[in-house]
Structures are given as structure tokens and as C-alpha cells.
């Protein structure tokens, strides 16, 4: 399982630029937002939060349906069906090693983009908090809509129609947490906690899900 971390870590990030690509889109939807809405500093901060939420689950759309394609391509995907290693563990470590070369670096250049919008350290620490929380859910969502598209010779698209509508729950709770941060008396810990109960619900659901879909598909 470690060597599975490690190859498909490798994988994320040659394939198409990878976490460069990932980074680049956020840059770039964060980056036209003062353009749309105008110089206004304090609209930037206060919208900055949840610009930064959407560029994020944008850019995680981005690889998720390179996920199981490679080892459908190459055939791989054969021999994962078949080893003694069950299936929901290894869906489960391919997805650890997606988010780590794609999802990671979102959160860690969270802070920079969250300079550009005008806002405050305690709005840009709760920003990288809950992306940290919430953007495995993302991944682990995607997990299922690649595995359902893998067979598709172009389900890139339809991968994105798929996670898009699940995923904002994560959206929303994500923002409403960083929101509860800023303004008082809003409690930041529910809605963080909930966005918690998220990634935790789709890390267990989302390997099953996406390991019957990979098997359904083979069969």
C-alpha cells in the first residue's frame, strides 16, 4: 500500500502538470474575481472566503477523472480487481495519494491567494483550516464519479456533472465555517465539525462506492 502511495503520488503529479495545473487554475478564478466585482477592498475581503472555497472545488475537479484511468489504459486495472489486497483499500489509498498531490496544495497556497483578496490572518487561517478539512470529501466524492466513468473514453465531463452536486454540502459548511469564524457571535465548531462528519461519511462511503462501480464496470 505504501509503494501505491507513492506511485500514484508520482503519477498525480506528472500526469498533466498535476498539482501545478491544480494551483494555476485556483490562481487564476481567484485572480479575475477583483476584475468582476471592482477595486472595492472590503467587498474583496468579504467575499474573498467563499471565491477561495469555489476556485478550490473547481480546481479539485480537475484530475479526478485521471483517477482509475491510467490503470484502465494500461490494464492495471485487471490486476487491482484481482489481487489478494481488498479492493476498498486500495481505492482508499489511490485517493490519499490524489488528494495529496492535488488537493495539498490548494491549502497551502490558500494563504497567498487569500492576501491577494484583502483578507485577514483570521479569516485566511480558518480559510486553510477548513480546506484542509473539507477537500478530501471532494476527492473521495470524485473517487466514485471516476469509477463510474472509467470505461467512458471521454468522462472527464461527466465525472464533474456527477461530484459537482454532491459536493456542495462541503461547499457550503466549508463556508459557513470560515463566515462563523469572522463574525460573532456565529460559532465557528458546528459548522466545522459537520464538514468533518462529511469528509469522514464519504471516506468511508466513497472507496466502497467507487470499488463496486470499478467491478460493475469490469464485469
Known sequence: MIALFFRDLKLSVRAGGGAMIGV??????????????????????R????????????????????LFQAEREDGSLDLLLMQETPLILTVFVKCAAHWAATGLPLVIASPLLGLFMNMNELAIGATMLTLLAGTPAITFIGAVGAAVAVALPRGGLLVSILVLPLAIPVLIFGV?????????????????????????????????AAAAALRHSAD
Open 24 to 45: 494555476l487554475f485556483f490562481m487564476t478564478v481567484v485572480a479575475v474575481v477583483p476584475f468582476g466585482v471592482g477595486p472595492d477592498l472590503n467587498l474583496l475581503a
Open 47 to 66: 467575499i474573498g472566503p467563499a471565491m477561495l472555497w469555489i476556485g478550490a472545488l473547481l480546481a479539485s475537479l480537475l484530475g479526478l477523472d485521471r
Open 176 to 208: 459557513s465555517a470560515v463566515y462563523a469564524a469572522i463574525e460573532e457571535p456565529a460559532p465557528f465548531l458546528p459548522p466545522f465539525m459537520i464538514l468533518m462528519a462529511i469528509t469522514l461519511f464519504f471516506a468511508v462511503i466513497g472507496p466502497v
